[in-house]
């Protein structure tokens, strides 16, 4: 029973990794849900970078503070102040450019996602950074995960939840047809803003967990996997949060000794493609 | 009763004019079929009344009975997606969001609004279906009954038969007139089909730069029709 105490070892010695964890997977993936519907799979890939491109700068900024002006100052939570900010403002950008017939959607995720990285890579290597300061944020480093970064993917989560209990039909309404939901009477302007807002900062928590560039891996693949099982909204919301929940479980436990970012994806993949079978062997047999 | 008055009203995108010294009256109980040339501006006109787009002149009075919320509208293309998970009822009673407020879920008497309209169009047999299995008829018939719960005053149609086979085109067309006269719905409406609408509606509304006509089909037969004295 060498696996149990292993599990139990983990759980003793990790727990903000596994609470921050699920709490994150189970976010992003309702929020994913609502991101792959309104066609922005990709805006969580480009966030990332651009999540990258601020801690880079951040990063960056110390090191020359710390170097040239002799300035100390507390550097505590500094590349969240600088990166959440930023994340938000360029997610409610694209979110709205989404709308604009000037310029396409996963051209602009694309020019800002490829700019951002650039400028990030160019910021650490300009003030001496290391690449083990890049695999960093690249990567993700789940059990580094802090006692206030567990604390705040509590609040994420508390809020997301909530949302989706008690606004379920609103959301819909807009993910379903905005220019419907707009032209009735409610809000869409409110609804892009949180949904900008969350995006953001699941997306910057979640780095530190799957890294810059597997990060979108948790958006997407849960509401994938959901909706090759269900047809309702509401059940595939829910069941992509349990899925994404469970695929996190058993990548951190199984593979906990090897890249947990990575660990994560395949389960996922694994369970998307068992979902892809089940529901054609469901609908094969409704059709009957 | 006017319902919307436009008064000297330009409408066009990115501050280009498409339509000027729009003046039209939306009034009660009317079926109105707003006709003209492919990028004329119909759709922009329509839009600017539901406050989609800013008029780039000129003012909208609004009714005081006419809320925001008390207008129902079918966009031209629904940028719901093939793959979208959602059953006919979900897409229906998504209709009566604007009478939801702050509450969690449908109470009774929105339930039975989604369900009159439902049996109104004739989708009762369809509403576990999947909406992404639905034909093009009984899609169209799903936003008609969505935009319908919305409201029971004035429905914006932006080319609802688009696409649709003349027999599913004329019950569409008899449902609409039902509603028309049945409820007392207000219906603007566009469309391409003008021989059909001509058959159906009782005010026609030709555009074309601006409005060039405003009258019944008998008027607008008369007159030729938009090739021959309405295009000069």
Redesign the interface.
């Known amino acids: 029973m060498n696996w149990l105490t292993d599990i139990s070892n983990i759980i003793k010695f990790m727990p903000e990794a596994i609470i921050a964890g699920v709490l994150l997977s189970v976010s992003a993936s309702m929020v994913g849900v609502i991101l792959v ?1 309104k ?1 922005f799979s990709m805006i969580g890939d480009g966030l990332s970078h651009v999540g990258f491109g601020a801690f880079s700068l951040a990063l960056a900024a110390n090191t020359f503070l710390d170097a040239h002006l002799n300035v100390s100052i507390d550097k505590t939570g500094w590349e969240y102040l600088v990166a959440i900010p930023l994340v938000i403002i360029v997610a409610y950008i694209l979110l709205r450019l989404g709308e604009s017939k ?1 310029i396409k959607g996963d051209a602009s995720i694309a020019l800002i996602a490829s700019s951002a990285l650039a400028i990030g890579y160019l910021a650490i290597n300009l003030t001496g950074g290391t690449s083990a300061d890049i695999s960093k944020y690249m990567f993700g480093s789940i059990t580094t995960v802090t006692t206030t970064q567990m604390y705040i993917c509590c609040g994420v989560a508390a809020v997301v939840i909530g949302l989706f ?6 959301i ?2 807009v993910t ?11 809000h869409t302007k409110t609804f892009n803003t949180i949904l900008s807002i969350l995006t953001a900062v699941i997306i910057v928590f979640g780095m530190r967990i799957m890294g810059t560039l597997l990060i979108s891996s948790i958006i997407i693949f849960p509401a994938l996997t ?2 090759k099982l ?4 509401k ?2 919301v829910w069941s992509s949060a349990i899925i994404s929940a469970l695929c996190f479980i058993i990548a951190f436990f199984a593979f906990y000794q090897y890249s947990s970012a990575a660990s994560i994806v395949i389960v996922n993949l694994i369970a998307f493609i068992i979902a892809t079978i089940v529901g054609k062997i469901i609908r094969r047999f409704s059709k009957k | 009763m006017s319902l919307i008055s436009c008064r000297n009203l330009k409408v066009g995108y990115y501050g280009k004019p498409i339509l000027s010294d729009v003046n039209l009256d939306i009034n009660s109980g009317e079926f109105i079929c707003i006709i003209g040339d492919n990028g004329s501006g119909k759709s922009t006109l329509i839009k600017t009344m539901l406050r989609l787009a800013q008029p780039l002149g000129g003012k909208i009075v609004y009714d005081s009975s006419l809320k925001k919320t008390s207008v129902g509208y079918l966009p031209q293309e629904i940028k719901a997606k093939s793959d979208f998970p959602a059953t006919v009822f979900e897409v229906v009673i998504s209709g009566c969001i604007n009478r939801l407020g702050i509450r969690a879920s449908y109470n009774k008497e929105e339930r039975a609004i989604a369900m009159r309209y439902i049996k109104t169009l004739e989708i009762e047999d369809i509403i576990h279906k999947s909406f992404r299995e639905l034909s093009g008829g009984e899609r169209q018939r799903t936003l008609l009954a969505r935009a319908l719960c919305s409201s029971e005053k004035v429905l914006f149609l932006d080319e609802p038969f688009n696409a649709l086979d003349i027999h599913v085109t004329n019950h569409l067309y008899h449902t609409l007139a039902k509603i028309n006269s049945e409820y007392g719905v207000t219906i603007v409406m566009i469309s391409h089909d003008v021989e059909t609408a001509l058959k159906h509606v009782n005010k026609v509304v030709y555009v074309d730069g601006t409005v060039k006509f405003v009258g019944t089909p008998c008027e607008y037969k008369k007159l030729g029709g938009q090739n021959n004295e309405l295009a000069n």
């Open positions: 519907l066609r000037k209990l008690c606004f379920s039909n609103h819909f309404a379903f047809d905005e220019s419907f939901a707009k032209a009735i009477g409610l959901s909706m269900f047809n309702n909204f059940k595939v």
